[in-house]
């Protein structure tokens, strides 16, 4: 099992920053990749960023020149830098994490951390 908990959401003014934090627990040698989800009320859940183990990163185009994920290995822990935020990326955030059971690559979720941006 892999235990996911985030932390550094809240509300900021547009063109602002923050930084979520993901720490990870349990079976964490085993954890493919890693990254952020979020959700907004009435919409899918999309991927924001993704990091694998080898450090490789990827962002949804919107995001894209705003947001950086890393990934601290000593630490078990992910983090998203949000720049330049906009009332779009109003959402709940999740932490992902996925590894290999055998064939079958099984995900982890943590429980959120709410994002909201406004005047």
């Known amino acids: 099992q892999v235990q996911l908990v985030e932390s550094g959401g809240g509300l900021v003014q547009p063109g602002g920053s923050l930084r979520l934090s993901c720490a990870a627990s349990g079976s964490i040698r085993s954890i493919n990749a890693m990254g952020w989800y979020r959700q907004a009320p009435g919409k899918e859940r999309e991927l924001v960023a993704g990091?694998?183990?080898?450090?490789?990163?990827k962002y949804v185009d919107s995001v894209k020149g705003r947001f950086t994920i890393s990934r601290d290995n000593a630490k078990n822990t992910v983090y998203l830098q949000m720049n330049s935020l906009k009332s779009d990326d109003t959402a709940t955030y999740y932490c992902?994490?996925?590894?290999?059971?055998?064939?079958?690559?099984?995900?982890?979720w943590g429980k959120g951390t709410l994002v909201t941006v406004s005047s």
């Open positions: 990091i694998t183990s080898g450090g490789g990163t």
């Open positions: 992902n994490a996925n590894r290999w059971i055998g064939p079958t690559l099984v995900d982890y």
